[in-house]
């Protein structure tokens, strides 16, 4: 049998420890395959635009009323009406600013209606006001035509129990709030 020279064995065992260190270099650690699956799937995601989903941290909501470019926006999660009604390009001249407040927290799928002044005038040195059913306390609730005190609570247990009234319809799904009830106070309630 053959001996191979020592010059040879040695040169062997370098070019296996070179490759080792390349092949080690080459395999990506388990973060780069994650981010790779990731952006693999990403990628393939938005090929579909069937398949395009706003991300876990906006919400979309729609701006109505008498603002300059009315519409449906997507907006970061945790901002204000004020932003929402800025990036439908701000109130028009017509608008009436207190009839919402600029301040509140907005939702997913909220509505952001801007009344007219014309729509809502004054009424005794004040401006027509419309309660949210999502924020009223007992005390408001009792105030609409139809409720009292059992039916505010109930109100505000589904409120609690279920999250916020996506309509004004919803409060049919309250025991004892029919039609008939719902409609007397109607006009007087909003959502959020």
């Known amino acids: 049998m053959k001996r191979i020279p020592n010059y040879a064995l040695t040169l062997l065992v370098l070019?296996?420890?070179i490759g080792l260190f390349f092949w080690q270099q080459d395999m990506p650690s388990d973060q780069k395959v994650l981010k790779m699956e990731q952006k693999n799937q990403s990628e393939n995601h938005d090929a579909n635009p069937k398949n395009k989903q706003i991300t876990k941290s906006s919400i979309v909501v729609d701006v109505k009323g008498e603002v300059n470019q009315p519409g449906v926006y997507e907006l970061e999660e945790g901002r204000?009406?004020?932003d929402a009604i800025k990036r439908a390009g701000g109130m028009t001249d017509k608008a009436d600013p207190l009839s919402v407040n600029l301040a509140q927290k907005l939702m997913d799928e909220m509505v952001v209606y801007v009344s007219s002044e014309t729509l809502v005038g004054k009424t005794a040195g004040s401006y027509a006001y419309?309660?949210?059913i999502n924020r009223a306390s007992l005390e408001d609730l009792m105030n609409l035509s139809g409720i009292g005190?059992?039916?505010a609570k109930k109100i505000i247990a589904?409120?609690?129990?279920?999250?916020p009234f996506k309509s004004v319809d919803?409060?049919?799904e309250i025991s004892g709030i029919g039609s008939k009830t719902l409609e007397g106070f109607r006009d007087d309630v909003?959502?959020?």
């Open 15 to 17: 070019l296996s420890f």
């Open 149 to 151: 005190e059992a039916k």
């Open 170 to 172: 919803d409060l049919l």
């Open 80 to 82: 204000r009406v004020q």
């Open 130 to 132: 419309k309660l949210s």
């Open 190 to 192: 909003r959502v959020p």
């Open 158 to 163: 589904y409120r609690n129990q279920y999250g």
